[in-house]
């Protein structure tokens, strides 16, 4: 029995709930029918809380809206991908809380605001709001940054909490040439054998905070500050030091993206909407928000082409897995000749770890995907149908990865697996396709290939040839030709719980992870 250090992520206790996003519509009397609209976040930030943000941008399709934030702080690594998603989109930032009328956010089935065009009116005040602690690490990604002169910003030294553990072990050897070969080691037993905190930054977390506030243009002062105020305190930041810093862009307030009359500017903000009814009339010198020249129509134009297949180490972003939460190889795009070397190099990588591959792909070169299928047969690697949404950021942009470990969750709604993809997924030891995939079949060429690497497989043979063009499958039929080899999903893989089963997976890894604690001021 062996005591083991682990770091767990843990929130100071606060009455603050986690941070929720709201899409909200200006009341401010008179501005209708064109009033801006802003995303409005308040609340502790957690480590499932860039996948919140994420979602909402992904409905508002492109739409740049600024986001309004009011929050104590939170968890550190959280904190930095919201701020990398919101640099990424390029959106505004500015510290304020929201006043809802009608239907706020909490409500269950409000329907106040039906009809009126939005799903949540209000107005932005900065008196008395805050972003504390992780938080302007958050407030940093944005590209015009305002806090007004009654919100506060306030930095303080980063807490990290060390949890103990007590692993008992049964080993399984067996005697060779008289020496004793491990054949396997399996955890049975985990006791919690109390905790610490550090107040001081790793070399490897201040490494990593440096660069990134570094990356998004703000002044070294902000970083130096944050180091030399003790966790138990939080430095308020004056207005003027902040512009000095770069860490605010102007002395304006909350009211530069959310006051009433914004949207009388010529150009007109981005974040600005109309919405006639059959009472309005509209003025002849008023701009049309976000009008567009009417087009010809369109002419049919070919799908576009899928991505050459990436690799990437995931870490289950579900906050209820924290410390020790379930990795995997996250798989997407088309199958290319570059593929079975990429793969290699991912596997190579993790120096020997045996991770389930999570895959979603459209298909793409058939020679390519039976030498990656015999490369995961190889190292005895599962695998399953499902789409990785990312919780931090895109590993084609230029992010920066926690130990070069991106955060996400595995989804097989939103998968699919065609033409050559089944190839892949039959290399896989445990082969694993949820009813919500979209997974289709058909003849591919190169016969006598296919038909020995499905033997050699345990396939059944005849899978690829029941329709000359791709045709879906159901899971009934998968099962029947051993493609899927049982009724599980994702989650048997990827699940938030599975590390607390024993035997212990081999894919669940108890990591370090920064985290900031947000000390409420004594009057906000």
């Known amino acids: 029995m062996l005591p083991i250090p682990a770091v767990q992520a843990q929130e100071q206790s606060l009455d603050i709930p986690p941070m929720?996003?709201?899409?909200?519509?200006?009341?401010?009397?008179?501005?209708?029918?064109?009033?801006?609209?802003?995303?409005?976040?308040?609340?502790?930030?957690?480590?499932?809380t860039p996948?919140?943000?994420?979602?909402?941008?992904?409905?508002?399709?492109?739409?740049?809206l600024p986001v309004i934030v009011n929050s104590p702080g939170g968890n550190v690594d959280a904190a930095v991908a919201l701020g990398q998603m919101i640099r990424k989109n390029k959106l505004d930032i500015a510290v304020g809380t929201t006043v809802f009328s009608g239907c706020e956010p909490e409500m269950k089935n409000c329907r106040d605001n039906k009809g009126k065009g939005a799903d949540y009116f209000g107005m932005a005040y900065d008196s008395g709001a805050m972003c504390n602690s992780a938080c302007p690490l958050m407030f940093s990604g944005g590209i015009r940054r305002v806090v007004g002169d009654f919100a506060y910003l306030g930095v303080h030294q980063i807490t990290t909490t060390y949890r103990r553990e007590k692993l008992l072990y049964r080993t399984t050897y067996r005697i060779l040439n008289g020496k004793k070969k491990i054949i396997s080691t399996t955890v049975v037993s985990r006791k919690n054998a109390g905790s610490y905190k550090t107040y001081e930054m790793s070399k490897a977390v201040e490494k990593k905070l440096s660069a990134y506030l570094q990356g998004m243009g703000i002044g070294e002062g902000v970083f130096i500050t944050m180091k030399n105020t003790p966790a138990s305190e939080i430095h308020q930041l004056v207005l003027q030091n902040m512009l000095r810093m770069n860490l605010v862009t102007s002395l304006d307030t909350v009211d530069l993206f959310t006051a009433g009359t914004v949207c009388k500017a010529n150009p007109m903000p981005a974040n600005c909407r109309e919405i006639l009814t059959d009472k309005d009339t509209r003025p002849a010198d008023l701009p049309i928000a976000q009008a567009k020249p009417a087009l010809p129509a369109p002419t049919v134009a070919a799908a576009p082409k899928e991505a050459d297949m990436r690799f990437v180490l995931v870490r289950g972003s579900n906050p209820l897995c924290n410390p020790d939460c379930p990795e995997w190889i996250s798989a997407e795009g088309s199958i290319s000749a570059q593929t079975p070397e990429k793969l290699r190099q991912a596997l190579d990588a993790i120096a020997g770890r045996r991770l389930p591959i999570v895959i979603n792909s459209l298909g793409g070169d058939v020679e390519s995907a039976l030498a990656a299928g015999r490369l995961i047969r190889e190292r005895k690697l599962d695998i399953v149908v499902a789409h990785t949404d990312l919780a931090d950021c895109d590993p084609s942009a230029d992010c920066l990865a926690n130990g070069g470990v991106h955060t996400g969750l595995a989804i097989e709604s939103e998968a699919e697996c065609a033409s050559a993809c089944p190839i892949m997924v039959a290399g896989g030891v445990r082969r694993f396709i949820g009813p919500a995939v979209r997974l289709s079949v058909g003849s591919l060429g190169l016969e006598d290939k296919v038909k020995a690497y499905l033997e050699e497989m345990a396939i059944k043979p005849g899978l690829f040839s029941i329709s000359s063009s791709q045709q879906k499958i159901d899971r009934e039929t998968m099962l029947k030709f051993g493609l899927a080899t049982g009724r599980h999903s994702a989650d048997e893989l990827t699940g938030a719980t599975i590390c607390r089963s024993v035997p212990r997976p081999d894919n669940c890894r108890v990591v370090p992870s920064a985290n900031a604690e947000a000390d409420t001021p004594a009057k906000l």
């Open 51 to 64: 996948l919140l943000l994420k979602r909402m941008l992904k409905a508002l399709k492109g739409r740049q």
């Open 20 to 48: 929720r996003f709201a899409v909200v519509r200006s009341n401010v009397p008179g501005c209708e029918p064109n009033c801006p609209e802003w995303i409005s976040a308040e609340g502790t930030i957690e480590a499932g």
